[in-house]
């Protein structure tokens, strides 16, 4: 496996077509652009802040938005599907994409293309002598049955992809690719497993395009009597949202009024029972906006993320950006340091988070200097951008495949 260094320095680097999502590649896509590198971005519809168009989640730096490559009809076929609730509703989108991005490469060194979106344009790139890379945000198939399958089957249901169609195209795009980018440890580790040779996967972590403005921000004065828990991101079983609410009873038991847990995200279906009589201590507030997240982040004591599967958790990042002491598992593909900028428990075990709770509640200096530790962490990193790691790893990829 390729460990891509933070230190690394590049000139002004390859030339490259990028295929991806829009929150996922912005960072990436501004910082080619600046260099004048991006020929083409295959995309979803993203605009400046100006024209008729303008979906919040769209809306990126002038350096990108006009770059080739953005597309309508993907977007409203997508949402469309989703809104009429139509079954694996990403085909209505992914797969246009997919399409529409092959239909006219530019002359480029490397096409970066992310999975679900890249295989009909890898395929004309590599005709082209381009280097093919797939960046595999999440855990393939294979492995996340292997992580879901026993945990949806303890609450009777089975566990099923999305679309076995797009799950085998993400599979497909990794193995065909001339180099393989994880964003984390456990991603790393499940391509290994799932066969994917290790001399092709560059290890590349990213950062929440949240964590800046996060650890930037003093969080606000007050005691110890109430030790307030938080939780961030789709309320699921994938995400452990059932350890973590059986375990809570327990801490809740010991500590009784000193502890309070929040939760904020989405209920998916999987998890509707879980929800329909919160414990004692709990709150759940729904999907809120991001400055109200931050707010919560901020004032938030702990941070546990207990998921069965990910591929690197923004939400945990910007827990540490915040200076919350972390509670979370290795397959949540954080870059927590377990014992120094969080506390590491294995999946699904409900007795280690109990743990884990009761040592950052009862010794607050350990509980303060974890969390400061993550936001120094955090800071390190930012400072040691994206994309200067992304371009070691571009130049170290050209000089294996010549």
Known sequence: ??????????????????????????ILAQHLANQKRLLRWDSFWRHNGTGLVRPASRNVGSAVSDIPGRHLLPDLLGKSAQRLRLPAHNLYSDIPLSLLAALRPPDARILHGQGNYSLPAMRRAKARNMITISDVTGQLAETRHHQLAGEYETHGLRYR??????ARRRSTEARYADAVFAPSEAVADGLNRAGIAEEKIYLVPFLSQHCQALSRQNRPSRDDTVIRFLYVGNLSLAKGTAHLLAAWKNIRRQF??????????????CANALLSSLPDGVRWLGPLPHDQVAKHLLAADI????????GSSLATMEAMAAGCAVITTFDAGSPVIDHQSGLIIPPRDQNALVTAAKALITHPVMRRNIAQTARNQIARNIEHAYGTRVDHAYETILSRHG
Do not use: C, N, Y
């Not at 460990?3 to 002004?12: D, E, N």
């Not at 502890?259 to 998916?268: D, H, Y």
């Open 256 to 269: 009784r009024m000193r502890v309070e847990l929040t939760l904020i995200g989405a209920l998916q279906p």
């Open 303 to 310: 941070f546990t993320f207990p998921s069965l599967t990910e």
């Open 1 to 26: 496996m390729g460990m891509i260094t933070p230190h690394a320095k590049s000139g002004a680097g390859p030339s490259v077509w990028l295929i991806s999502r829009i929150d996922q590649a912005s």
């Open 161 to 166: 992809e999305i679309s076995t169609l797009l």
